[in-house]
């Protein structure tokens, strides 16, 4: 199966050459000497699925570099089968940092395959293509709006199969006029219920959140609080999520925290300062939450009720509670802080990431300790280090 996808991209990359040859503009003054010639469908399988990978890269940069009309004819492909096949691609880089991008300034000057062969000799190379390959299908399918709604609409029409493919396209096009059909899929289909919520989070309509939680009123079934805390990002709090914060079950209450915490309204104040004194621990984290997404006005008014909690009776609380401090460079939680370095049952590698912590309150790096004649780290005299040095500012500091 895979064979025949890969031969008809291969095809297909053929035929955009030629195009390119006609196109003054377009990827002939990116070809150069040294390009490898593009691999057989059969050597594609021996190679394996990396293989596969650089000729879908291949393919999509082509038709990006293309005029709107040179595009049209290849939407239909991308849509049917290059974006379902690329994301089935599983990779743990799904979301690499930019850094790892392949850098656009004289990108158009350099031919796809020597960018793909370029990229793959790196590490997280093939993350790096799998990313670029997703990211260039919806830019190329977002110039053809109307044509891509019109591959949505028969999706959702069809079998399930179909309707998968078209949810996934909805919310990675963002396309909000299918608000209702997925909200009709996401009540009534219960096999397409998850795939439809993750729609409904993409499209990021927060009219939904009510019937997301008529559906799912205990918030917990597929996770459906993480779909519904990206729906209240920066959005006045659904009422049917701030009832649920007086629930009598501490899961509920928790979830429901969780979901609001970044809606960062003020009317969430009051229930911060209650739900600080809940009995269970996870609800206590998420109001700290809700307090610290804040913007600057509202969160100088909850401030003075989240500075208790760094000496929360639970340990994961008073953790987070002094990391949320710390990224606001707030020096309230440096003994906090300084007695986790100095605690020996706290592991080394949960200590370096509080070292990440002193780092941003004293807005420089710490020294490193390296054995001069192993060239290896010194985690002990490290550590030592780091305490002597956050020890020294905090004096300073008072």
């Not at 970044?262 to 600080?276: F, I, K, N, Q, T």
Request: with cysteine.
């Amino acid at each position: 199966m895979q064979g025949t996808f890969i031969a008809r991209i291969l095809l297909s990359i053929a035929f955009l050459n030629v195009a390119a040859c006609n196109s003054q503009n377009r990827l002939k003054a990116g070809r150069s000497s040294d390009d490898k010639p593009a691999l057989k469908s059969a050597e594609l399988l021996k190679i394996g699925r990396e293989a596969g990978l650089r000729e879908i890269f291949i393919f999509v940069e082509s038709v990006s570099r293309l005029s709107l009309a040179e595009q049209k004819p290849y939407i239909p492909v991308i849509y049917h089968e290059v974006y379902p096949e690329i994301t089935s691609f599983k990779y743990v880089g799904n979301a690499l940092p930019q850094k790892w991008a392949i850098p656009f300034e004289g990108r158009p000057q350099i031919s796809p395959e020597k960018l793909a062969d370029d990229a793959l000799e790196e590490p997280f190379g093939s993350g790096c293509l799998l990313v670029e390959a997703r990211q260039s299908c919806v830019k190329v399918l977002g110039k053809h709006s109307s044509e891509a709604i019109q591959l949505v609409a028969d999706d959702l029409s069809g079998n399930e199969r179909s309707k998968i493919r078209g949810l996934k396209m909805i919310g990675a096009l963002r396309l909000n006029e299918f608000v209702d059909q997925v909200l009709s899929i996401f009540e009534t289909e219960p096999n397409l219920a998850e795939r439809a919520s993750y729609a409904l989070r993409d499209i990021g309509d927060p009219r939904v959140i009510g019937s997301i939680v008529r559906k799912y009123p205990n918030l917990q079934k597929d996770m459906i609080f993480e779909q519904l805390r990206s729906l209240q990002r920066g959005e006045k709090p659904d009422l049917s999520l701030v009832e649920r914060l007086g629930s009598t079950d501490a899961g509920v209450r928790w979830r429901a925290a969780y979901s609001l915490a970044e809606s960062g309204d003020a009317m969430l104040a009051p229930y911060v300062e209650r739900l600080l004194k809940d009995e269970d621990s996870r609800v206590r984290k998420q109001a700290a939450n809700i307090g610290f997404c804040m913007n600057h006005d509202d969160y100088s008014i909850v401030r003075p009720l989240l500075i208790p909690s760094t000496r929360d009776e639970n340990f994961e609380v008073r953790s987070f509670v002094a990391k949320c401090f710390a990224q606001r460079r707030d020096p309230i939680c440096a003994p906090v802080i300084l007695g986790f370095l100095k605690d020996d049952s706290i592991s080394f590698d949960q200590q370096w990431n509080y070292v990440q912590d002193v780092q941003q309150l004293m807005r420089r790096h710490l020294r490193c300790n390296i054995e001069p004649d192993k060239w290896r780290f010194n985690k002990a005299a490290w550590k030592q280090d780091a305490i002597a040095q956050f020890t020294e500012w905090i004096e300073r500091l008072n």
